[in-house]
């Protein structure tokens, strides 16, 4: 069966600081890969989706970045946090025709940006 | 943008008895998804229901598509004090790149009073 785990599942960091986030996914190989955003008492907001290594797709331009070094990573970084940035971050990942099918979420990370 | 609408924004019943929520949309899709979010915590997916599809059951769900009006509906009977999460409707986010991400709705919040 697939499992995808992310991590840290909460996290506290300055303004400005740097961050990494981490989303791995097991049982499945190519999976489509998403970063999604939820800003409190808000819905999902995609941020990037890859279908493929090295292969980033960016739907917000903000100071956050993707990356997938490895099929089955996808890490979600920033070099300079803003207090904007806190929020709920959501991992997914799909397979066949990317959203037309189901996609199966992590239990996100919190991110709070003090 | 957002897609989906969905409708009402909070929504508190009694164990037992039937919840709906509506979801409304712009565009044309191919399909819409409905998933359910407990409080903090990740997606699920709980039903994908296709353009070509007018009403499909899942259990205690039934979920309705009138494309005509652009309009879903969930349908959660005998509902249960573990049925209270938010609720999103979800439809593709067209990118074109061959992996669409999903665009939300801000939800229904559902609360099954004891």
């Known amino acids: 069966s697939q499992t995808i785990h992310q991590w840290p599942a909460t996290l506290v960091q300055p303004v400005g600081s740097p961050l990494s986030l981490e989303c791995t996914v097991e049982?499945?190989?190519?999976?489509?890969l998403y970063w999604y955003r939820q800003a409190a008492g808000r819905g999902l907001q995609l941020l990037f989706y890859?279908?493929?290594?090295?292969?980033i797709s960016s739907e917000v331009p903000q100071n956050l970045s993707a990356s997938r070094p490895q099929d089955r990573q996808f890490i979600l970084s920033s070099k300079k946090l803003l207090l904007s940035d806190s929020g709920f971050y959501l991992c997914?990942?799909?397979?066949?025709?990317?959203?037309?099918?189901?996609?199966?979420f992590g239990p996100g990370t919190r991110l709070l940006v003090l | 943008s957002q897609q989906g609408e969905e409708d009402p924004q909070a929504l508190s019943i009694q164990e037992g008895e039937n919840a709906t929520m509506n979801c409304s949309y712009k565009?044309?899709?191919?399909?819409l998804q409905w998933y359910r979010q407990n409080s903090g915590r990740g997606l699920v997916h709980l039903i994908l229901?296709?353009?070509?599809?007018r009403e499909k059951h899942s259990g205690r769900l039934r979920v309705t598509l009138d494309t005509s009006k652009k309009s879903s509906s969930l349908l959660i009977t005998a509902s249960r004090a573990a049925d209270t999460a938010s609720y999103f409707c979800?439809?593709?986010?067209?990118?074109?790149?061959?992996?669409?991400?999903?665009?939300f709705g801000k939800g229904t919040h559902l609360i099954i009073q004891p």
């Open positions: 997914a990942w799909s397979n066949g025709a990317g959203g037309q099918e189901t996609q199966y």
């Open positions: 049982g499945t190989s190519n999976p489509n």
């Open positions: 890859s279908v493929g290594i090295g292969q």
């Open positions: 565009t044309s899709i191919n399909n």
């Open positions: 229901i296709r353009s070509n599809e």
């Open positions: 979800a439809t593709v986010l067209y990118s074109g790149g061959g992996a669409d991400g999903l665009t």
